[in-house]
């Protein structure tokens, strides 16, 4: 057998010779393929066009190099797949308003005294945003699972704040067992909230990832569309608001994070996101409406402070400015296609649906909170378990808070330094606040 080398191949003459390469650096084959569509590197834009894209794209990258410096990535690669995960745990995760409805002595007055407290304790253990969200979210499931009795409400809710700072803030920032008993002013022995954070964890049977408003927000606002400061800290504080009131109960975190970001947006003045509303936003948003049209002097002071500091851009004063003003939102009437008139036959007989309402029993459905001999609760035993309990006067419930420990913070720790030492909130820190130097 001959041996042919792979010199004696290339010495060998072609009987056709190679292709020259194309003068308009793109080959013939290439452009057979699609004739009527030629590729994008060809199409011809105008200066100003071209200029235009590279702004934008340059705008893109500098909003994404900023929220990485502050520890939040967009995931863009697992954007939708996250997006789903999020709504299937949105839906594990909820609670029962009905069942809520059934607790003989827990009555929706109280809410929003535990929920004031909460947000007090909150704000001065400088906890994150995504905290105090699980934290009711918490409180609400094992209200709709155990009897809670009025004594017990408060230890409840600090045990549940106690357990989201574990799963969501630092080591650090993680209130002791002795805070939490100082803060109610002694009146739950330490044991109790060891002894709370035990139950309620085996009542919720520890699922603790649920999506928070804020984290839907955070999606929101660093989409394709990326929201103004002042946009996300009016939105923020009308999600807050939320937490305080029945009506709100009954919708999904992401409903509620984007139907305070639309009223947010049109109370700034920006345009809506019409294809994107759905049905329970803008029920959402009527209800917010309703809720600081008629009721805005009822709000918590605790919250409305708290919004008020330029670093969250005076959030309160600009949304109370507006309501008390006599503003209201302004649903933007869609265009309606001329439709063929249709002749309707009214019915002469119309029969009254009857509703029939049974009462509930307490029994075995909701196993109530066990107690301690620290925690006895035989004052509670069989006072309201009656069927017309709506008629017999509810138990007064006012959280004890220690307010001797709560110090006068200085102006440049707040109102929260957490986004100097944690992953820090989706917005950027304002300029006029001062805050304290991040240690390198």
């Not at 001065?124 to 945003?129: E, K, V």
């Not at 019915?347 to 066990?370: E, G, N, R």
Request: glycine residues 2%; hydrophobic residues 35%.
């Amino acid at each position: 057998m001959k041996d042919v080398s792979n010199a004696t191949r290339a010495s060998r003459p072609s009987a056709y010779p190679k292709k020259k390469p194309s003068p308009y650096g793109v080959s013939k084959s290439s452009r057979r393929q699609s004739p009527l569509y030629p590729p994008h590197s060809l199409v011809r834009k105008t200066p100003r066009a071209a200029k235009a894209e590279l702004i934008a794209q340059r705008q893109r990258h500098l909003q994404i190099s900023a929220l990485r410096r502050e520890g939040i990535y967009l995931e863009e690669e697992y954007h939708e797949e996250i997006r789903a995960y999020m709504h299937e745990m949105e839906r594990l995760t909820m609670c029962s308003i009905s069942s809520m409805d059934q607790q003989p002595e827990i009555r929706w007055h109280m809410r929003p005294c535990l929920v004031d407290f909460l947000v007090e304790l909150h704000f001065m253990f400088r906890l994150r945003p995504e905290t105090l969200y699980l934290t009711l979210n918490i409180i609400d499931r094992y209200v709709s699972k155990r009897v809670v009795y009025v004594k017990h409400y408060q230890l409840v809710g600090c045990a549940a704040l106690w357990i989201a700072a574990k799963f969501e803030d630092a080591k650090e920032r993680v209130p002791t067992v002795h805070d939490l008993a100082q803060m109610c002013q002694e009146t739950y022995d330490e044991s109790a909230f060891i002894q709370m954070e035990g139950h309620v964890l085996s009542t919720i049977q520890w699922a603790l990832g649920h999506p928070t408003a804020e984290s839907w927000l955070r999606i929101f606002c660093c989409g394709p569309i990326m929201e103004e400061q002042k946009v996300q800290h009016v939105a923020r504080f009308l999600m807050e608001i939320t937490l305080f009131y029945r009506e709100f109960v009954q919708y999904p975190s992401s409903a509620i994070a984007f139907g305070a970001l639309t009223l947010a947006r049109y109370l700034c003045g920006k345009g809506r996101r019409l294809f994107e509303e759905t049905e329970e936003c803008l029920e959402i948003v009527d209800h917010l409406d309703n809720r600081l049209a008629k009721h805005a002097n009822e709000l918590s002071e605790t919250l409305v402070k708290k919004y008020s500091y330029a670093f969250y851009s005076k959030a309160a004063t600009f949304t109370l400015q507006f309501y008390l003003q006599g503003g209201r939102f302004q649903r933007q009437p869609l265009v309606t296609l001329p439709m063929t008139p249709v002749r309707t036959y009214s019915s002469k007989v119309c029969t009254p649906m009857s509703v029939s309402t049974t009462a509930s029993d307490f029994s075995d459905d909701m196993p109530a909170t066990p107690t301690s001999p620290i925690l006895s609760s035989d004052a509670f035993s069989g006072s309201y378990m009656s069927d017309d309990k709506e008629n017999l006067p509810s138990p007064k419930f006012e959280p004890v808070l220690n307010k001797q420990l709560i110090e006068q913070v200085p102006e440049q720790f707040l109102p929260h330094d957490f986004v100097t030492y944690q992953r820090q909130a989706l917005h950027n820190l304002n300029v006029s606040s001062p805050r304290p130097a991040m240690v390198s």
